[in-house]
């Protein structure tokens, strides 16, 4: 809104394919689905057809959207675009040009996405409440709420009102109104692309300001929301902005490109036609031009350029299983280089991308030719992303299907409720603006799963520290620690996409975050969270943290073993084992304490003693790689064994008397005990004990974790320590 002119983004004539596209050699039938860059304000404001009493000037708006909408209702658009040119009536834009020029454009590019008709009339009226004397309510009581509701989301806040603040909350505003619906930020998109196509006649330090939100916010909303081809021409007109030399380099290389005779795309795309019309499958093979970034990406990864690196290959087919089948003959029939293989089709992005993605190796001279197979409905997204999924309210057509779940959510991605979330925790707004752009660099997401099920959308790259904080808000300041698919974790351990992650709360709802955790925060919820909670309590002196932990510590008892932190752990004794041959001295390895009816393996060591150790412990490993050879051992009758058990619990009074009466009631000969101080209220202990029958030592363990206040009991892991 309110950026004006016409002129391009650089000085000189620039050609279309500066605005984003690669104008494809006169020879390349193909034809791209969605061109929004063939029409200017010639076109939108030149002589076309009438149909039903629609103005002139919407023709090609109601052109482009009757091509994905042939039954929509135009009356809407007819009445939004005569309250537009009424209202916008003898306003100019800085080029020069009557302002209706402006929505009518921003519709435009709407409509070839194959936006509704509400988006569309809320876009051909989104400056009149903040431009002209029309008002909201006016706006309500013509359309409607939901065409109110849009253009209330994109009006911009006023400077007179929030001075400097002005831009993030207007952005803050814009992402809560997207948060209920989508199409809101639809319109924003497709507003900013239509100002820094006409950017040219601002002066340089206002280009270069509007340049840099749009890299550092719109184009990853563009991109988050899925809509690639808004962000792959944003993306060029940013570079034309702000790398003005090496976006002129790659202009010219493009057009070198595009002049030379022999174009190896055409011969593979030629070849793929004929591989796919032996195997029976309908396709249309298509030559993909790169956009500036990408060829400047590709140029500054490989150097040189040759012809297959300006474009890709795009295979459409009908259904899902086409696309397998077309990259089955084409790894068959072509040399694939498999290490490009990347299927998003069984698992989608988060912005609702699918398609696969495959390289192949010219026979001639080896260049390699991506290739992009999908089918048309996954061409539609690719290319529109959440604007292909139309009215976020109405009931999915049948084309769409009911999608799976958040990631197909168009009224509210995961990211998106991660945005909001945190927001309201940043009430300055350099804060959230600072913020928001840190965010929306993280484009890439994982899914990570709850025990009970359900699942938490966090950004890569995330840790225990976020998922805490994404499940719990501000409860996660009692998180004591978490479990990583079944095994204990750090909460600085980084997840992985399907992990499962299961969250160890304490009980103290006063309790503090770590100050070690915002070295191990990756999402803006979590930072906030543990920034706010801990200015709110400032950290405790030395002696005070001492005294406090001192007060944490669990209660001694008459009967239990004296906790000793800096005791070692005791050796474990030779047990009931038969070595072959016999006679040797047996002593059971410290590292992994192994006990009947563990898998063991054994090694000779100076004394002629033989070290017995479990079979999965890392000693085994270093020293076979070392050439040492294996003692063959095996257990003898004796059933009895002794072990170290560690465990590891909340503070509470009473803990260790209660704790060590569960072992002793099964049968369990307490020879040593060590017990950490507590950090967080969080202990650890380590128990070397004596059973007499090795078969009740899982008892044994099930008996310490039912103790309250004991979340873990595992046995002493094998440590990569010597024999």
């Known amino acids: 809104m309110n950026a004006e002119a016409v002129n391009p983004a650089t000085p000189g004539p620039v050609p279309p394919a500066a605005t984003g596209a690669v104008t494809p050699a006169p020879r390349r039938k193909a034809r791209p689905r969605i061109d929004l860059r063939r029409l200017g304000r010639a076109a939108l404001l030149g002589s076309t057809t009438r149909g039903r009493g629609l103005p002139d000037a919407i023709g090609h708006v109601v052109e ?28 100019m834009r800085k080029s020069g040009e ?40 006016q706006v309500g009581q013509e359309f409607g709420a939901e065409v109110r509701y849009l253009v209330d989301g994109v009006t911009k806040l006023e400077k007179v009102d929030y001075g400097a603040a002005a831009e993030p909350e207007t952005f803050r505003k814009m992402l809560l109104a997207t948060g209920n619906d989508v199409r809101v930020m639809s319109i924003k998109l497709a507003d900013r692309l239509h100002n820094m196509r006409t950017l040219g006649v601002m002066r340089r330090e206002k280009q270069e300001r509007i340049a840099k939100v749009t890299r550092d916010v719109l184009i990853p909303l563009a991109e988050r929301l899925g809509v690639q081809a ?25 057009q070198e490109n595009a002049a030379r005779a022999d174009d190896p795309l055409t011969a ?28 400047h990406r590709v140029s500054r990864k490989r ?45 989608p ?34 290319e529109a992303g959440v604007v292909a999924l139309g009215n976020p309210y109405a009931q999915p057509s049948e084309e769409q299907g009911a999608g799976d779940g958040e990631r197909a959510d168009p009224t509210r991605p995961g990211w998106l409720s991660r945005l909001l979330d945190w927001q309201r925790g940043a009430p300055d707004p350099d804060t959230f603006w600072s913020t928001l752009r840190e965010d929306l660099a993280q484009d890439r997401e994982i899914t990570v799963f709850r025990p009970d099920g359900g699942t938490l959308g966090l950004p890569e790259g995330a840790t225990c520290v976020d998922a805490a904080y994404a499940q719990y808000g501000e409860d996660a300041h009692a998180t004591m620690g978490a479990r990583v698919n079944g095994r204990l974790a750090t909460m600085s351990t980084v997840l992985r996409d399907g992990d499962t992650v299961q969250l160890l709360m304490g009980q103290d709802p006063a309790s503090e975050p770590s100050r070690q955790w915002l070295e191990h925060a990756h999402t803006p919820a979590a930072r906030i969270a543990i920034q706010r909670r801990l200015a709110a309590s400032p950290q405790p002196a030395p002696e005070a943290a001492e005294t406090a932990r001192a007060a944490d ?57 033989v070290t017995v150790h479990r079979a999965q412990c890392a000693v085994v490993a270093r020293m076979k790689s070392t050439g040492r050879a294996e003692v063959g051992v095996r257990w003898g009758e004796s059933a009895g064994c002794r072990v170290t058990l560690l465990a590891e619990s909340f503070g509470r009074p009473h803990l260790l008397a209660d704790l060590t009466e569960a072992m002793a009631l099964e049968g369990a000969e307490i020879v040593s005990a060590t017990v950490e101080p507590p950090d967080r209220q969080r202990v650890r202990h380590s128990y070397t004990v004596v059973l007499p029958d090795a078969a009740r030592l899982p008892a044994l ?3 310490m974790r039912d103790v309250a206040g004991v979340y873990d009991v595992s046995r002493a892991q094998p440590q990569p320590t010597g024999a």
């Open 553 to 609: 510590a669990p209660d001694a008892h008459p009967d239990t073993p004296r906790p000793a932190a800096d005791a070692p752990p005791a050796r474990p004794v030779s047990a009931d084992v038969l070595v072959d041959p016999p006679g040797a001295t047996v002593r059971l390895a410290g590292c992994c304490t192994p006990v009947p009816p563990d898998e063991i393996t054994g090694f000779a060591v100076r004394g002629g003693v």
């Open 64 to 91: 482009a959207h009757r091509a994905h909408h042939p039954d929509a209702d135009l009356d809407p658009l007819r009445r939004a675009y005569v309250l537009a040119e009424s209202s916008h009536r003898g306003q």
């Open 268 to 295: 593979v795309a030629d070849e793929v036609r004929g591989v796919l019309r032996e195997a029976d499958i309908q396709a249309e093979v298509l030559i993909r031009p790169r956009h500036f970034v990408s060829v």
């Open 230 to 254: 808004l962000k792959s021409e944003l993306e060029d007109l940013v570079f034309a902005v702000m790398h003005p030399e090496e976006y002129a380099h790659t202009r010219e290389l493009v």
């Open 701 to 703: 363990m099930r008996a």
């Open 303 to 347: 150097g040189t350029l040759r012809g297959a690196d300006f474009g890709r290959l795009l295979v459409l087919v009908q259904e899902d299983a086409d696309c397998y089948a077309v990259l089955g003959e084409l790894h068959t029939c072509m040399t694939p280089v498999v290490s490009e293989f990347k299927d998003f089709i069984a698992v």
């Open 98 to 137: 009557p302002y209706i020029t402006h929505p009518l454009a921003v519709t435009l590019i709407l409509a070839e996405l194959g936006a509704e008709t509400t988006t569309l009339t809320a876009s051909l009226l989104h400056d009149t409440v903040e431009d002209t004397d029309v008002t909201l309510d």
């Open 349 to 382: 992005k988060f912005n609702l991308y699918q398609s696969l993605h495959t390289a192949v190796a010219r026979a001639q001279d080896g260049q390699v030719v991506e290739v992009l197979i999908r089918t048309h409905q996954m061409h539609k997204v690719a």
